[in-house]
């Protein structure tokens, strides 16, 4: 009796006691180029034409990309085991165990990439030998995709760069370390979302952005924090103060419904970014500067609080158009705002010179996760021991 292929080749074993009914009974090995077929009640294990081309594993640690070629697996690339090289070690690839190290320069000086301790090579890894900076100690590992680096222990330690992403749910960043910047990639499409907008009902993700496509706007009444979009200051004594794009001469006693949550001057160093957003933890954001004492606000923007936390990482052109300004936003570089349309040129702060509305530009500095002082609030350049001025920011829902 024969089942599926024909005659020859090496025998296996069937499902059966040895004994089969149809090829169904002798499965192939996964990533083999060989077929299976029933003949005469018994496996037979040859090589299956209809695989040529498939992928194939050579049971090589070492070759990538095998494919079957007239019968046999073979054609693959070698394993690039590179990724291991260092000052300490030599990559090399194992061809039953794949990639693996060899220790080199035993004894030998290297470097942690830190000034926090004197460090030597043991047994192909980097180890600090001393130390000579207490823990604490700001430091700095190079690397874009850390923050908050700190000396512990001889060496320079880190949390991770979260990027920033924002609270919409409609969008997730990660960090790229190659590219040193912050990517953001779209999540969550046609799943509901909040816009931050209390006069809006049933957002949901489009291409990245939350917003409402049938453009349904909720009921509004007095109490209920709603904005613009849905209702006036004449139909609810409660809408937030709103206009769209860079606004200048702005008293800070026109800002109804909007609270203040932080205030320091461009001459201050810090706090923490995390300890600022912790306190400025509404819906929607609104930057502000202006001399120390002045009522009114020379330069003010707002938007949502996703789009005034658009992540940019160091990309000097990054910029995020929303409510009728450009925003961007990193932990490691400036935080600020041009007028939409306006392009930016980000060498830490927007403040490369020869822009148009140079009057509608601000930006303020930071650095690992921290305000640091100085830039510019319109064209008033803030740096090297800047006069009086005041940066703030409002928060409401």
């Known amino acids: 009796m024969e089942g599926a292929g024909g005659s020859g080749g090496a025998t296996s074993t069937g499902s059966a006691g040895g004994e089969c009914v149809t090829a169904g009974d002798c499965p192939a090995a996964a990533g083999s180029c060989d077929g299976a077929a029933c003949v005469d009640g018994a496996c037979v294990v040859r090589p299956d034409p209809d695989r040529e081309g498939a992928p194939c594993d050579d049971g090589d640690a070492c070759t990538e990309g095998e494919v079957c070629a007239g019968g046999a697996c073979g054609q693959g690339t070698p394993r690039d085991c590179s990724a291991l090289d260092s000052e300490c070690a030599v990559g090399r690839c194992d061809p039953a165990a794949g990639c693996a190290f060899d220790p080199i320069n035993e004894d030998a000086a290297c470097d942690l990439e830190n000034t926090c301790g004197a460090s030597v090579c043991r047994a192909g890894q980097c180890v600090v030998e001393s130390v000579f900076a207490p823990d604490g100690t700001p430091c700095d590992d190079s690397r874009f995709c850390t923050v908050g680096d700190v000396c512990s222990g001889g060496a320079c330690v880190s949390a991770p760069n979260r990027c920033g992403a924002p609270d919409d ?141 658009w992540p940019c990482g160091d990309a000097a052109s990054c910029v995020h158009e929303e409510n009728g300004v450009g925003w961007y936003f990193d932990e490691r570089s400036s935080w600020g705002f041009a007028p939409a349309g306006e392009p930016v040129t980000r060498v830490l702060c927007d403040d490369a010179g020869g822009e148009s509305v140079p009057h509608q530009r601000m930006c303020w500095h930071t650095v690992d996760g921290s305000l640091d002082v100085g830039y510019r609030c319109g064209d008033n350049d803030l740096n090297y021991s800047p006069p009086d001025w005041e940066r703030a920011i409002y928060h409401a829902d």
């Open 169 to 309: 749910g409609c969008t997730v960043s990660s960090c790229d370390e190659a590219a040193r910047t912050c990517v953001v990639t779209e999540a969550n499409e046609g799943g509901a979302c909040d816009d931050g907008d209390g006069c809006t009902a049933g957002t949901t993700c489009q291409d990245g952005i939350c917003g409402t496509p049938t453009g349904t706007i909720a009921a509004c009444m007095t109490g209920d924090s709603c904005c613009p979009s849905g209702c006036s200051d004449a139909d609810d004594g409660d809408c937030p103060f709103w206009r769209s794009g860079v606004q200048q001469g702005v008293p800070a006693s026109s800002l109804s419904g909007w609270t203040q949550c932080f205030s320091n001057q461009f001459a201050e160093s810090g706090p923490a970014l995390s300890e600022i957003l912790a306190r400025c933890s509404k819906r929607k954001l609104l930057l502000a500067c202006r001399p120390v004492g002045e009522e009114s606000f020379a330069l003010l923007a707002m938007a949502p609080r996703a789009d005034v936390l």
